[in-house]
């Protein structure tokens, strides 16, 4: 046979020969390019970074300043069987630059979470990446977390009481939507990891939470003393805009009215016992709802599309508190007249009433409608007392929102 005559010329090779190849095989394969994970051992949620040009995998020994497209390995059975898989970039798109202290870099906290996984410091969050051309045929089943969202202060990514994320595997991203990170060199005196819990009951004004950082832990060894810790509770925004809240520095804070449709997140600060200053943060808590009864009113000033005139306090589009979900709602014009007007220009203690439609919706978070075909008589002391669709049912569009314009407050307030 072929196979057999092949093997029998290989055995009469002189075996110097053979040495010496065998030693010429090994020094190429030394210098040839790993495409292996540097790490020693792969457990599920390791970490790796994959060059985005040459599609190798980056040494984590020889690079001092490692970036590339994030990997993490799949491996829930621990059988060692698993494989290398990406994240996806939504909501990890940058915004601002990381010195404006004012405006969070999204994407900051969980490139800082990653490289920290990695063994480095720093963390530059890299979006749109590409995957590789293999993956790019289906990219969903590439992805293994989608969604993800990091406080900062983890040792890991992936696993109990980490970084939060959709469903493991869940995801509905494309071949050019991978999340990747660009790492410092390593230092060592921020080394706190874990979790602040914001503990309370609800997030609504009036509530008091606390900051619990019980959880943290720190290899150089973290201050007992209550006294040894500083706090400051910080306002988000839509925009991710944070705002540290003035004269909110105990470990105790009361949502305040300013709060309202904000999310609220708390900063700890100590020193540990090597002398260095640790930082880490909490998860945003929100959005913070206001405590008021179900139904309650509200009016928004509106912009003339032709004058450019805003109303004033007594005129604008009506928003309604649904308890239900916490949520300001708005209220459809279909059937809106004087006397609905003349019972929401009394709820919000003021008089008169002329109804207002056609108002366009333009802002964010979109504006859902609570109520529909809303029929009061003029008589009802609160607008849910009124007639009107089945709650939360309407077949209304953007451009369909009711409004009033009021006169002064009514002799009866």
Same mark, same amino acid.
């Given at each position: 046979?072929?196979?057999?005559?092949?093997?029998?010329?290989? $055995?009469?090779?002189?075996?110097? /020969? #053979?040495?010496?190849?065998?030693? %010429?095989?090994?020094?190429?394969?030394?210098?040839?390019?790993?495409? =292996?994970?540097?790490?020693?051992?792969?457990?599920?949620?390791?970490?790796?970074?994959?060059?985005?040009?040459?599609?190798?995998?980056?040494? #984590?020994?020889?690079? =001092?300043?490692?970036?590339?497209?994030?990997?993490?390995?799949?491996?829930?059975? !621990?059988?060692?069987?698993?494989? @290398?898989?990406?994240?996806?970039?939504?909501?990890?798109?940058?915004? *601002?630059?990381?010195?404006?202290?004012?405006?969070?870099?999204?994407?900051?906290?969980?490139?800082?979470?990653?490289?920290?996984?990695?063994?480095?410091?720093?963390?530059?969050?890299?979006?749109?990446?590409?995957?590789?051309?293999?993956?790019?045929?289906?990219?969903?089943?590439?992805?293994? $977390?989608?969604?993800?969202?990091?406080? *900062?202060?983890?040792?890991?990514?992936?696993?109990?009481?980490?970084?939060?994320?959709?469903?493991?595997?869940?995801?509905?991203?494309?071949?050019?939507?991978?999340?990747?990170?660009?790492?410092?060199?390593?230092?060592?005196?921020?080394?706190?990891?874990?979790?602040?819990?914001?503990? !309370?009951?609800?997030?609504?004004?009036?509530?008091?939470?606390?900051?619990?950082?019980?959880?943290?832990?720190?290899?150089?060894?973290?201050?007992?003393?209550?006294?040894?810790?500083?706090?400051?509770?910080?306002?988000?925004?839509?925009?991710?805009?944070?705002?540290? +809240?003035?004269?909110?520095?105990?470990?105790?804070?009361?949502?305040?009215?300013?709060?309202?449709?904000?999310?609220?997140?708390?900063?700890?600060? /100590?020193?540990?016992?090597?002398?260095?200053?640790?930082?880490?943060?909490?998860?945003?808590?929100?959005?913070?709802?206001?405590? $008021?009864?179900?139904?309650?009113?509200?009016?928004?000033?509106?912009?003339?599309?032709?004058?450019?005139?805003?109303?004033?306090?007594?005129?604008?589009?009506?928003?309604?508190?649904?308890?239900?979900?916490?949520?300001?709602?708005?209220?459809?014009?279909? #059937? @809106?007249?004087?006397?609905?007007?003349?019972?929401?220009?009394?709820? %919000?203690?003021?008089?008169?009433?002329?109804?207002?439609?056609?108002? +366009? @919706?333009? *802002?964010?978070?979109? %504006? #859902?409608?609570?109520?529909?075909?809303?029929?009061?008589?003029?008589?009802?002391?609160? $607008?849910?007392?009124?007639?009107?669709?089945?709650?939360?049912?309407?077949?209304?569009?953007? @451009?369909?929102?009711?409004?009033?314009?009021?006169?002064?407050?009514?002799?009866?307030?």
């Amino acid at each position: 046979m072929r196979i057999g005559n092949g093997v029998a010329k290989a $055995l009469s090779i002189p075996r110097v /020969f #053979l040495v010496t190849a065998g030693l %010429l095989l090994g020094l190429l394969l030394m210098g040839a390019p790993a495409e =292996v994970n540097t790490q020693e051992t792969n457990v599920d949620g390791d970490l790796r970074l994959v060059d985005t040009t040459t599609g190798t995998v980056v040494s #984590l020994v020889i690079t =001092v300043t490692p970036s590339g497209r994030l990997e993490v390995f799949d491996d829930p059975d !621990g059988d060692g069987a698993g494989e @290398w898989k990406g994240i996806c970039d939504d909501g990890l798109g940058t915004l *601002g630059t990381q010195e404006d202290n004012d405006i969070r870099v999204i994407g900051r906290q969980e490139a800082e979470v990653a490289c920290r996984q990695l063994g480095f410091s720093g963390g530059t969050p890299l979006t749109g990446l590409a995957v590789s051309a293999s993956a790019a045929e289906d990219p969903s089943a590439y992805y293994l $977390l989608d969604d993800l969202e990091c406080s *900062g202060s983890e040792a890991r990514i992936l696993g109990e009481n980490k970084c939060k994320h959709s469903v493991r595997g869940e995801n509905n991203c494309g071949d050019n939507e991978a999340f990747g990170v660009s790492c410092e060199a390593a230092t060592s005196n921020e080394d706190a990891v874990g979790h602040i819990a914001i503990r !309370g009951t609800e997030t609504k004004t009036g509530v008091t939470v606390t900051a619990d950082h019980s959880g943290i832990t720190d290899a150089d060894g973290k201050p007992t003393e209550e006294s040894s810790f500083s706090y400051q509770w910080i306002r988000s925004d839509l925009a991710y805009n944070e705002t540290e +809240i003035p004269s909110a520095t105990n470990s105790a804070y009361v949502f305040q009215s300013e709060d309202e449709e904000n999310w609220v997140k708390v900063r700890i600060r /100590f020193t540990d016992d090597a002398g260095n200053s640790e930082q880490v943060e909490s998860f945003d808590v929100g959005p913070v709802y206001p405590d $008021l009864p179900d139904g309650s009113l509200r009016l928004i000033s509106t912009t003339s599309v032709e004058t450019g005139e805003v109303s004033d306090s007594s005129s604008g589009l009506l928003q309604i508190f649904d308890d239900q979900t916490k949520r300001w709602k708005g209220i459809c014009d279909d #059937l @809106w007249d004087a006397d609905d007007a003349t019972v929401a220009c009394g709820q %919000l203690g003021l008089s008169g009433g002329t109804a207002l439609t056609d108002i +366009i @919706w333009i *802002g964010q978070p979109s %504006l #859902l409608f609570l109520l529909d075909d809303v029929e009061c008589d003029g008589t009802e002391e609160v $607008l849910l007392e009124c007639a009107h669709s089945d709650r939360g049912t309407h077949d209304c569009t953007s @451009w369909e929102y009711a409004g009033v314009t009021c006169e002064a407050a009514s002799d009866s307030q």
